[in-house]
């Protein structure tokens, strides 16, 4: 009898648990959506379906389902990007490249640490490029041309990302040195 308490209680645990981090992720994708305009793009992102099913939404197939991509490229999307994006820790693909999107970009994004692909390509995107994307150690892609960027490229970020196989950083206003990044992918804005 206790035992099947205990079993009983256990799996309400989890399923609160289930229930719980499911529900920050939708939040999360909520926060996302406030912080753009997204000219009826994201018309399916309601609660009439699963967040799983919205468009531009991939998750994994365990439980709790978590948000593994987000790819949502030539969407008409302008706005900011929601620093809540860090909280979608299971994150491996984010490409919203070919939008309107401006603004920084977060340092919260440093916090997927799962994240093998970054493309924000072909958008407004000013500042400078965050340290924190250093931590993002299993990048394999990352691609932030053409965007409004300046300043220096963090050393750490040549140092620390050794997965990289394409980084793509032209068209941008970068200046000073770039270390362990080669020239070629960082050709200067101006001659
Ligand atoms: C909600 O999303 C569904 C697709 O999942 C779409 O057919 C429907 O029009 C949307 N409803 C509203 C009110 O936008
Ligand atoms: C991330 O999630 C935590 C816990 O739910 C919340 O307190 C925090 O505000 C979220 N971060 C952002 C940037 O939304
Ligand atoms: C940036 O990285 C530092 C060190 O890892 C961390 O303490 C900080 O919380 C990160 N910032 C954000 C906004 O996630
Ligand atoms: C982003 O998505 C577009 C459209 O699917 C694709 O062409 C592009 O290669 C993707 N970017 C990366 C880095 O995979
Ligand atoms: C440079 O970036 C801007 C802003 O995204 C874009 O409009 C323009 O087409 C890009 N130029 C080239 C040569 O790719």
């Given at each position: 009898m206790a035992m099947g308490v205990m079993v009983l209680q256990g799996s309400l645990v989890a399923v609160l648990m289930i229930a719980m981090v499911r529900a920050r992720d939708e939040a999360t994708l909520l926060a996302f959506k406030a912080q753009v305009s997204d000219g009826a793009s994201l018309?399916?992102?309601?609660?009439?379906?699963?967040?799983?099913?919205?468009?531009?939404v991939t998750c994994s197939h365990q439980r709790p389902a978590r948000v593994v991509a987000l790819i949502l490229h030539s969407r008409a999307l302008s706005g900011a990007l929601s620093p809540?994006?860090?909280?979608?820790?299971?994150?491996r693909t984010l490409n919203l490249s070919f939008n309107w999107l401006r603004g920084e970009i977060p340092?919260?994004?440093?916090?997927?640490?799962?994240?093998?692909t970054l493309d924000l390509s072909y958008n407004s995107f000013s500042g400078t490029l965050p340290l924190?994307?250093?931590?993002?150690?299993?990048?394999?892609t990352m691609a932030l041309d053409s965007n409004k960027l300046d300043g220096g490229i963090p050393a750490e970020l040549g140092e620390r990302l050794?997965?990289?196989?394409a980084i793509s950083l032209s068209n941008n206003s970068f200046t000073g040195a770039h270390p362990g990044i080669p020239d070629q992918f960082v050709p200067s804005a101006k001659p």
């Open positions: 018309v399916s992102w309601n609660s009439s379906a699963d967040f799983c099913s919205w468009e531009g809540a994006l860090g909280n979608l820790t299971f994150l340092e919260s994004l440093g916090r997927l640490q799962h994240l093998q924190n994307l250093s931590s993002c150690v299993g990048m394999t050794t997965s990289l196989k």
